[in-house]
Every structure is written in C-alpha cells, then in structure tokens.
C-alpha cells in the first residue's frame, strides 16, 4: 500500500499549461513539484520570509509585478535574489507580462526555472491547484477490475482465478465501459471521491485464461472503454463459502475503506451458474435507485412489518 | 505476512515472458503473493498487473506473501527471481 509522498515533474506541468520558458533548461523537467499549494511572493518581495513555502510553486502576477516596478534596479535585484535563492521549485509570471531584466539575471544565476502564462493570475492559480490537487492525491494500487455499469464506477475485486476479468467482458459485451483490468490505480482527488484509472502501459487490455490478452478498445470499440471514472461501489467476489452468511435483505450497509474513504461495498458468492455480469448490473441499478431516494430493503421490512402489524388488530 | 527484497538481475527485465514463469511459480502456492515495486504492488499471480510495474534490470522489488505456505512462497520465490526466473 502507498501513500507516500507524491509528486509531479515540472516538464508535465509546462506541457500541461502550454507554458513559455523564458529561462529553462532541459534538465529543470526533472524538477519535482510536491505541494499543491501556491505562493503569491508579494510579502517575501517585501522581506518577510517567515512561515515561507519554499516548495511551493511561486506565481507572480500583476499586484507583484507592479511593486517590484517602483523599486530601484538594485532593489529589485536584491529583492528577487532573496526569493529566487531559497530553493523553490519555479517561477511563472501571469498575464503575459514582460519580466523585468533582474528577474532573468537572478533565475539565470540561481539556475530557477522562469516560466510565463498568458492567463490572468487567479484563474491560472485555480487552474493549476486543481491539476496538482489531482496529480499529487495520494495513491494506492489495488489488484481488481474497474467497470461502468450505468453510470456507476464499479471495483471489482477478489482472488486471482475468481472470474473478474470474464465477469469485466461479459459487462462490455453486454454495454457497459471497461476503466481498468487486473490493476487499478486509485486516487483520493478530494476528500469524498476516489477516482480509478488503468497504468498506461496495460490499459484497455483484459487477460483471460485460456485465450490470452485481448485488446478492448479494438475488439469492441470506444464506446467500450473509459479512462478514469469514480469509484461509487465495491463488488467483492469470492467462492462461494457455506459457513459463510452472505447478505439476504441489504438493509445493513456494508463499506469497504480505501485511503480512507468509506465505499459501500457487497460481496457476492460466486458459483457456477450464477451469471455474475447480471447481478453486477442490477447492483449497479439499485445503488443508483438508493442514490436518488428509494431503498428497496427498506420499503419492503417495512411493508412487511405493517402487514404483520395488521393481523394483529 | 512476510516480505523480502530483491534486486532483479536478469537482463532482459521483467518482459512479457519472464513474467510468465513468475506467475507460473507464483501460482503453486495458496498464499497471495504481491510484487511491490515504489509505490505500486500488483498480484504476482496475474500476468497484466505484473508487468505494468515496468520492472528493469538492476530494479529492487519486494515480494509480500500472505497465507498458510508464506514462508516457503516467500524464500523460494526469493531464490527463483535472483536466479533469473528459473529453478
């Protein structure tokens, strides 16, 4: 399990942007970004530099710019010297604007990169904390499927041998979006969702036994695949166990924590005979039916316990 | 559960066809055996998990093994993955 400390390379984040390198090396792309949190450098312009971010990502827009114009050329130098020399990762000017020539002398010298946005300051904070938000969520791979059913992220998990990946086809021939097979990256993106998505290298292929690998997108089509999608539900498949109590009314909810979100979760016995893409659709349906209000369990205990309560009168 | 690491040495990497004999190694056992290399583990006992992690030579990986015959999973897998994916 992982949920060590993430972090994107500053070449993504420039391709990403579309971002103009005003002073870059080819080298500054391995440069790695950790924090999701942004600094505007108006008060370390000023000097102060307690409670300073150096592993932040510093954006200079157009409050700054405007001060560091009223200093002197010494000033300023100076100035930015003090905030280029402390080890931050880069600096992006907003608004296309021009930087002033110390500016370039002193990320030269300090070997920062200096990079440049056409984009107005705060939409291009919003823009850029939301990307990281998501490229440096913590991160946890687990072996299993990912599917759409209905508009449901379905995790599909269970032993090696237990049929998920049949059971994955099965779903795609009958309609439904394959996100990922065998391994599954999970991301909490924010504090309620986690999102899934396949490894590159491995998406869209499904390993069946007895045949091999087989390619989705090509076999069935585009309209078969997704390349991320939330996670709303965890199917758990085992063999079937008869000591085992397997849920009869699905009044008692059960979850499934993962990075510690709590997912609704069932677990389905498998058995032969038992046609597994069908019951993963009609959980799909009654997790939807759940969502927007009605709960089949319950309606009908309580239907029952009136009847009941009826024949007693 | 017990772990180990290793470090693979065979030069070709973990490709398709080494993974195989990994997986066909792995599936002896009843334990559940994972491969963790950073921040990602896949299942040593399916193949397309396995190879996503990208394993080159010269890589070190950890083996996790988890059940009734762990112990015995965990140092023969040790010794088939140093000795080049054979017995």
Redo the contacts between chains.
């Keep these: 399990m992982s949920n060590g400390t993430q972090s994107v390379r500053l070449g993504k984040i420039v391709k990403e942007f579309m971002l103009e390198k005003l002073v870059y090396a080819p080298e500054f792309d391995n440069i790695l970004v950790t924090s999701t949190d942004i600094n505007r450098p108006g008060l370390q312009l000023d000097g102060f530099f307690e409670y300073f971010g150096n592993e932040r990502v510093q954006v200079i827009g157009k409050v700054e710019m405007t001060f560091l114009e009223k200093m002197s050329s010494q000033q300023r130098y100076k100035s930015l010297y003090e905030l280029f020399s402390r080890g931050i990762p880069c600096v992006i000017i907003a608004r296309g604007m021009e930087p002033f020539p110390e500016m370039v002398e002193v990320a030269r010298k300090c070997r920062i990169p200096l990079l440049r946005t056409p984009e107005v300051t705060s939409r291009f904070v919003g823009n850029l904390i939301a990307f990281l938000n998501v490229e440096l969520a913590p991160m946890e791979t687990m072996h299993g499927e990912l599917v759409e059913v209905y508009g449901e992220g379905i995790l599909i998990l269970g032993e090696s041998g237990v049929g998920k990946s049949e059971t994955a086809l099965e779903l795609v021939k009958r309609g439904h979006r394959l996100v990922a097979d065998d391994l599954v990256e999970i991301r909490r993106v924010s504090s309620k969702t986690l999102v899934g998505t396949a490894p590159e290298v491995i998406r869209h292929f499904v390993e069946i036994r007895g045949i091999g690998i087989l390619d989705v997108k090509y076999l069935y089509g585009v309209g078969s695949v997704k390349m991320t999608e939330s996670i709303n539900l965890v199917v758990k498949m085992e063999l079937w166990n008869p000591q085992k109590h397997y849920e009869r009314l699905g009044v008692d909810e059960q979850y499934t924590e993962i990075l510690g979100i709590k997912v609704p979760s069932l677990t389905i016995p498998v058995r032969p005979g038992r046609n597994l893409a069908i019951i993963i659709e009609v959980a799909a349906m009654n997790h939807r039916q759940r969502k927007m209000g009605y709960n089949a369990a319950e309606t009908f205990t309580r239907r029952i316990t009136e009847d009941i309560n009826k024949n007693r009168e | 559960m017990v772990a180990k690491e290793v470090t693979i040495l065979c030069k070709t990497g973990l490709e398709s066809k080494m993974a195989a004999k990994l997986i066909q190694k792995a599936?002896e056992y009843e334990s559940?055996i994972w491969i963790q290399k950073?921040?990602?583990?896949?299942?040593a006992?399916?193949?397309?998990?396995l190879?996503?992690l990208?394993i080159s030579p010269g890589d070190t990986i950890t083996i996790i093994t988890d059940g009734r015959d762990e112990e015995t999973a965990l140092n023969e897998l040790e010794a088939f993955a140093k000795n080049g994916m054979t017995d």
């Design positions: 599936s559940n950073d921040e990602r583990k896949a299942n006992k399916s193949l397309l998990g190879l996503s990208g």
